[in-house]
């Protein structure tokens, strides 16, 4: 297994249009997370799966931004009419089950509106 | 919501020398990581420790859980060390998710 893996890893986007990205996760965790890193910051929780049940959602998740898992493998997260505000790295991350267990993270995608 | 600050914000070394870097939770937590992030964005996992001391070749690190406190340490530091690191920890309020600090930027000089 490679870890997790997101695609892709730049996009640069007009303002307005709609960008989809994807992560794997290590294939046998059933948890993932989504998470937003702006510069000089750390980065900030937006959502949460376990399987396909999306079970928590941060207030930084706006009407704009919304994020799948429908098989319980790869997820998806969209952001419909960008703004130049949503220029951000886009963090995904994978745990397995377990009361408390270590998270680990893709690469990341680092989203630029123009 | 919980509290997480490192300290220092900065912090420039010249190769070779060692560094201490703090990380404060303001409640209680379940689970605490310590993170390289290297130039490319990519979060390296150093240490998953929610309590006691961990050593991995000239890093290591203490939480001391009921104190609310972690310390990372670089020994000998390198250039490659050079990155921000980022403390963060998993709070019983929450379904798991990481509450992160805003990182200490560590600069390694020749």
Known sequence: DTGVSQDPRHKITKRGQNVTFRCDPISEHNRLYWYRQTLGQGPEFL????????????????DRFSAERPKGSFSTLEIQRTEQGDSAMYLCASSPQGAVTEAFFGQGTRLTVV | GIQV???????ILQEGANSTLRCNFSDSVN?????????????????YIPSGTKQNGRL???TVATERY???????SQTTDSGVYFCAVN????????????????SVKP
């Open chain 2, 31 to 47: 689970n605490l990581q310590w993170f390289h992030q290297n130039p490319w964005g990519q979060l390296i996992n150093l240490f």
């Open chain 2, 70 to 76: 972690s310390l990372l340490y670089i020994s000998s």
């Open chain 1, 47 to 62: 959502t949460y799966f376990q399987n396909e049940a999306q079970l928590e959602k941060s207030r930084l998740l706006s």
């Open chain 2, 60 to 62: 290591s690190a203490t």
């Open chain 2, 5 to 11: 600050e490192q300290s220092p914000p900065d912090l």
């Open chain 2, 91 to 106: 709070w019983r309020g929450s379904q798991g998710n990481l509450i992160f600090g805003k990182g200490t930027k560590l």
